[in-house]
T-cell receptor
């Protein structure tokens, strides 16, 4: 069964360093999402891509976060510089991008900022 | 955006059916009802979705009220592996964006 791949699974970094997360969606899925999940809360949508274009990044802290999906396939989420409050699970999801179709999630990257 | 209301937590005994309720009184005619669940230390997992009619799949059943203002996720025979946070989510027509609320934490008692 096809899966959304994310790497790394775990990342420990120091405050003010740069970090990057990678996501490879299910083949053929036009829509890709990045979510952030703080422990004990539901996932929060950060950015939505339709192919290579950003559809919604209203909740992305653009002073330090950036996301790209250059060829409309895999995607990278970057944080520079990382802050203590960025410690969370970062989840990637993909879907066909059509109403009523489900989204499929990766296992996530657990970020710890020291 | 239409919102959903779910109980914070529920308990059920192993091997018994579980009915997880969700209220969505401001749902619009083209909103889909989705259910996802998240097991500990994993990403969310799609469970089921529907528009107007009841739906069944290998994981669960979705019962949608006639006025669509509420729905119920039914796990027919709960196992310990069903212990998770269950999210009821509405998505709009032409936008399959999934916005999570707080969900219901389901505890399964052996």
């Amino acid at each position: 069964e096809a899966e959304v791949a994310q790497s790394p699974r775990y990342k420990i970094t120091e405050k003010s360093q740069a970090v990057a997360f990678w996501c490879d969606p299910i083949s053929g899925h036009a829509t890709l999402y990045w979510y952030r999940q703080i422990l004990g809360q539901g996932p929060e949508l950060l950015v939505q891509f339709q192919d290579e274009s950003v559809v919604d990044d209203s909740q992305l802290p653009k002073d330090r976060f950036s996301a790209e999906r250059l060829k409309g396939v895999d995607s990278t989420l970057k944080i520079q510089p990382a802050e203590l409050g960025d410690s969370a699970m970062y989840l990637c999801a993909s879907s066909f991008g059509l109403a009523g179709y489900p989204s499929y999630f990766g296992a996530g990257t657990r970020l710890s900022v020291l | 955006d239409a919102k959903t209301t779910q109980p914070n937590s529920m308990e059920s005994n192993e091997e018994e059916p579980v009915h997880l309720p969700c209220n969505h009184s401001t749902i619009s005619g083209t909103d889909y009802i989705h259910w996802y669940r998240q097991l500990p230390s994993q990403g969310p997992e799609y469970v089921i979705h529907g528009l107007t009619s009841n739906v069944n799949n290998r994981m669960a059943s979705l019962a949608i009220a006639e006025d669509r203002k509420s729905s119920t996720l039914i796990l027919h025979r709960a196992t310990l592996r069903d212990a998770a946070v269950y999210y009821c989510i509405l998505s709009k027509d032409r936008d399959d964006k999934i916005i999570f609320g707080k969900g219901t934490r389901l505890h399964i008692l052996p």
